[in-house]
């Protein structure tokens, strides 16, 4: 991809393997993201794409190979086996197939949640409420509305998460996630339990995130007709090895991945 | 019916949950966020205690001769300060090494740092019963109510009431409150949205020795007298109070060590005071046969 070498790099995986006990879930995957791409990996059910995640996002320390993170404007970090809440800090935000919100919080919590890393109030601030920590909370909560709104949740500010419906979740976690302030957003099938309007909508939200918020977005998704209209460029995974990758289109007519989603010609 | 009997023992129920109240919260908070039992609180209560001694019996020797109540006040406040840095330290020796290991083992742990430091006090300091110096005076607006309330009781549900305040405040409105709640309900997906988690364990356990340090003090100038084994019985009733409410959650806590102190006074009261412990466990016995989550506890459903 002679185009995306002159944008700058912002996460650079090689060799990523992880396994559990004499299971190989990931086998040597590299992965490359660059400013302003959509990049979406795909791969069937059991193919080894959550733990791609939960290795790069710090949940998983993985077994060999190397994950770097490449902030802008700042020294190139590798990142396997820190902990999650300091590559968070680093600027990379996630959310997760099985909806993890916090449930015994409103909405507009679970957003300010995600700005904790970006203020500086101590624990001492806070009990004896300088003018500071006033400041910041205040700030925190413009910022944590300013991304309700764009995200469509501002008027259910104060419900409780768990009140809200499942597609109404999935946005309100991809608000939470932009509230750390990343420049990589991984989604794990954001679409998934979505009905074919919210899947719309979802696909416009993510172009708009893009565009506005200044991250590099990476997903793992199961709704064909998404990934092709969203992504830039598609990795394909299957038993834990890297199969292909490319653009919507050399994927689409990639034997490989033909093969990989409707089995062998022979046997078709 | 005796209905000033009645009240009076309303009060002294009213009292005595305050104090497991303050040491409740302490096991309560750390068992919602980690899930464990943290069998050492006890003994920070007693702990916070004996600071508070030896700081009134410093600024007696040293001449300092201003009110009770102002002595009282500087040895609860250094006492405090001793108490979160016990509970710091103690989460830190004891607990973290084994964050990830199975859940027996830092029970068992617990178990270890509560006999430690009972017998960590008793070498280093008697285990005698010590005097604890009237500190609190008798104030004259309390004269009309002295036959139900004492001022050093009042002194007890004011602070309790205080504390509890405070404690909503920091817990509702504050950044580490929000933290706390949301440790408490996924610890991983805190971590992923950058909050450091070890930090805030650290400040529930501060938190919670606060508190205990908090009711060290005020028990301490009520009965008159402490020692090295004080910790272990009000740990018992405290965590019993929390199981009670449903141990993680906050409001049951206080509810429950109500219902504790209330059912005990009431059972010695018109019953028989020898059997005061029996009428707390029976209580706990009933609650878990009929409620196991506790009053406010919810059944605990499985995550998948």
């Known amino acids: 991809m002679a185009a995306n070498d002159e944008r700058k790099k912002l996460l650079e995986v090689s060799g990523l393997t992880m396994d559990f006990g004499g299971l190989r879930a990931v086998d040597n995957v590299g992965l490359d993201i660059y400013e302003g791409e959509i990049v979406a990996l795909i791969g069937p059910n059991g193919a080894g794409k959550t733990t791609f995640f939960n290795c790069v996002t710090g949940i998983y320390e993985p077994t060999r190979g190397d994950v770097k993170m490449l902030p802008p404007g700042r020294p190139a970090r590798r990142i396997n086996g820190m902990k999650p809440n300091r590559i968070t800090e680093l600027g990379m935000a996630r959310t997760f197939q099985n909806i993890r919100l916090f449930p015994a919080m409103t909405v507009l919590e679970n957003v300010m949640i995600g700005r904790h890393c970006r203020t500086s109030t101590s624990i001492v601030d806070a009990i004896f409420g300088g003018r500071k920590a006033a400041a910041e909370e205040r700030e925190s909560i413009d910022k944590s509305y300013q991304l309700l709104k764009k995200v469509g949740l501002a008027e259910v500010a104060d419900e409780f998460s768990r009140n809200l419906s499942y597609g109404a979740q999935r946005r309100l976690e991809i608000a939470r996630a932009l509230a750390t302030d990343p420049f990589l957003l991984l989604l794990d099938e954001p679409a998934a339990g979505m009905n074919p309007q919210e899947t719309h909508e979802l696909d416009a939200l993510i172009t708009r995130i893009r565009a506005e918020e200044k991250v590099a977005i990476l997903l793992i998704e199961h709704d064909m007709k998404l990934v092709m209209n969203i992504s830039d460029r598609i990795y394909v995974m299957e038993y834990g090895k890297e199969i292909a990758q490319g653009t919507p289109q050399q994927i689409k007519e990639n034997p490989k991945v033909i093969e990989a989603y409707l089995g062998e010609e022979a046997h078709a | 019916m005796d209905f000033e009997y009645l009240f009076e023992l309303l009060c002294g129920g009213v009292v005595k949950g305050s104090i497991y109240a303050l040491i409740a919260l302490g096991y309560t908070m750390v068992y919602g966020i980690i899930q464990l039992i943290n069998f050492a609180h006890g003994e920070i209560y007693m702990v916070g205690a004996f600071v508070a001694l030896i700081i009134t019996g410093i600024l007696t020797l040293s001449g300092y001769s201003d009110s009770g109540l102002s002595v009282l006040v500087l040895a609860a406040v250094i006492a405090v300060i001793y108490a979160a840095a016990y509970g710091y330290t103690l989460e830190k020796i004891a607990y973290r090494p084994l964050r990830n290991a199975p859940r027996l083992s830092p029970l068992i742990s617990a178990i270890g740092a509560s ?81 450091n988690v ?12 606060v508190l205990a340090a908090i009711a060290g003090v005020l028990i301490a100038s009520r009965t008159g007298q402490i020692n090295s084994a004080i910790g272990f019985m009000a740990g018992i009733k405290a965590f019993t109070a929390a199981v009670l409410g449903g141990i993680g959650n906050i409001p049951g806590a206080v509810l429950g060590a109500m219902v504790l102190g209330i059912a005990e006074t009431f059972g010695a009261g018109y019953i028989s005071s020898a059997y005061e412990d029996v009428f707390a466990f029976g209580l706990l016995v009933l609650i878990l046969i009929l409620r196991p989550a506790g009053l406010l506890g919810k059944a605990v459903k499985q995550k998948v």
Request: net charge negative; no cysteine.
């Open chain 2, 198 to 209: 070890d930090r805030v364990i650290s400040a529930t356990f501060i938190i919670g020795s």
């Open chain 2, 115 to 195: 006999i430690f430091l009972m017998n960590y006090v008793q070498l280093v300091q008697t285990p005698d019963f010590l005097p604890f110096p009237e500190l609190v005076p008798e104030f004259e607006f309390m004269e009309p109510l002295s036959r139900f309330v004492s001022s050093v009781d009042m002194v007890i549900l004011v602070v309790t009431a205080l504390t509890m305040v405070a404690l909503t405040v920091l817990i509702k409105y504050t950044k580490i409150g929000k933290a706390m709640r949301a440790t408490q309900q996924d610890m991983v997906m805190a971590r992923l949205v950058g909050i």
